[in-house]
């Protein structure tokens, strides 16, 4: 098994067409060689219909990460009936995505070194050293922010802020986070997998992984304890521009 995995998690059937344009970049830069892909789904019946879509036969997918088609092999994870998200409340259905992006991670972190999350819309564009990149991050601690035209989103970044620095309230050094640079995809979303013990029991996501929120980005968090727990930086890029969202 290779040492990163590459994370889809808000995959659903709208975006099928860009999960297979986003594995055929992964297989372009061979990255592939280097990395195993995973996606994951909100069903069973979303795991299955997405094989469908590919041509590809189901029994054969999960052996030994193997499959036909033409397509590159992939694991699929499927988010647990067991967990129920209150979708009476708005920024609950769209924290669906959240969700599954921690279900991932809490699956995969004794599995792998680094994974990185990336959404469907995404593309690779170039051949790398995947590990060589993640180790570089981890070793530089440096994260990139920008500041944020004004009402350049339907939303308040604020809120983004607020919500991520409520899990660490209680750090002496929370002050550390107060600043108005925009973090969000100005780095590849990586995650060391041997701090995802402590971030977990830090930040008790698991236990209240239902309760999240559009507004809990799960990466902006991670970021947040980087900061406070692993001593990153933040490097203002000194560009405006407006804030991207999921």
């Not at 990255?31 to 019946?45: G, M, P, R, T, Y």
């Not at 983004?160 to 780095?187: E, G, V």
């Amino acid at each position: 098994m290779n040492k990163i995995a590459f994370v889809i998690p808000p995959l659903h059937p709208k975006h099928y067409s860009l999960a297979h344009t986003f594995m055929q970049s992964f297989m372009l830069c061979n990255i592939n060689k280097q990395a195993d892909l995973c996606f994951v789904f909100s069903s069973k019946e979303d795991s299955k219909s997405f094989d469908v879509f590919l041509n590809r036969d189901n029994n054969v997918k999960n052996v030994a990460m193997g499959g036909g088609g033409g397509n590159c092999p992939y694991v699929s994870i499927v988010l647990s009936p067991d967990i129920k998200v209150d979708i009476t409340i708005d920024s609950n259905v769209l924290g669906i995505v959240n969700v599954k992006k921690f279900y991932a991670l809490i699956e995969l972190k004794d599995k792998y070194d680094y994974i990185v999350i990336l959404d469907s819309e995404c593309v690779i564009i170039k051949e790398v050293d995947v590990f060589a990149l993640c180790e570089k991050f981890y070793t530089d601690k440096i994260l990139y922010g920008n500041e944020t035209l004004p009402n350049s989103t339907f939303f308040n970044v604020n809120n983004i802020y607020n919500i991520s620095r409520r899990y660490f309230l209680a750090h002496k050094d929370f002050d550390k986070l107060d600043s108005n640079l925009y973090l969000w995809f100005n780095q590849l979303c990586i995650y060391k997998c041997e701090y995802l013990n402590e971030f977990f029991q830090v930040t008790q996501i698991p236990k209240y992984l239902y309760m999240q929120t559009f507004w809990d980005f799960d990466y902006y968090i991670f970021m947040y304890y980087l900061i406070l727990y692993k001593g990153f930086a933040v490097h203002n890029m000194e560009v405006v521009a407006p804030a991207l969202v999921h």
